[in-house]
C-alpha cells in the first residue's frame, strides 16, 4: 500500500463520492429542507434505499481491501483464516466511512465543481 498511497487516496475519495456518503451527499442535503428521504419513502420503501446504500458501501469496502490491503492475507503475510483477516479489514473501512460522515463537513455545489 505505501508506494500506492497517492492512488488509495484518490480511491477512497471516489468511493466516498461513489457511495454518497457525507462530504457528498448533495442529493440529501438538497432534500433535507423536507425532512430528506423520510418524505418521499416511508415503512419498507426507505428501508430498501437505507439498504441499497450500506451494501454499496460494503462493496466499496471489499475493493479497497482487495486492491490495496492485500485482500484475505494476514498482517504478517500468510493466508490462515483468510476470511477472518478479509473481515476484520473490511470492517476498518466501514468504520472509517461511517467516521467520515461525522468528521468531514459537507461541501457545496461550487466546491465540488472545482474538486471536479
Known sequence: MI?????WVIFFITALAET???P??????????V????VEYS???FALFSLGEYSSMLMMAALN???FFGG???????????SFFFAVKMCFFVV????SRGALPRVRFDQLMVIG
Open 3 to 7: 508506494p500506492y498511497y497517492p492512488l
Open 20 to 22: 454518497n456518503r457525507h
Open 24 to 33: 457528498f451527499d448533495l442529493p440529501e442535503a438538497e432534500a433535507e429542507l
Open 35 to 38: 425532512s430528506g428521504y423520510n
Open 43 to 45: 415503512g419498507m420503501q
Open 65 to 67: 481491501t482487495i486492491l
Open 72 to 82: 484475505s492475507l494476514s498482517f504478517l503475510g500468510n493466508s490462515s483464516f483468510g
Open 96 to 99: 472509517l466511512y461511517i467516521f
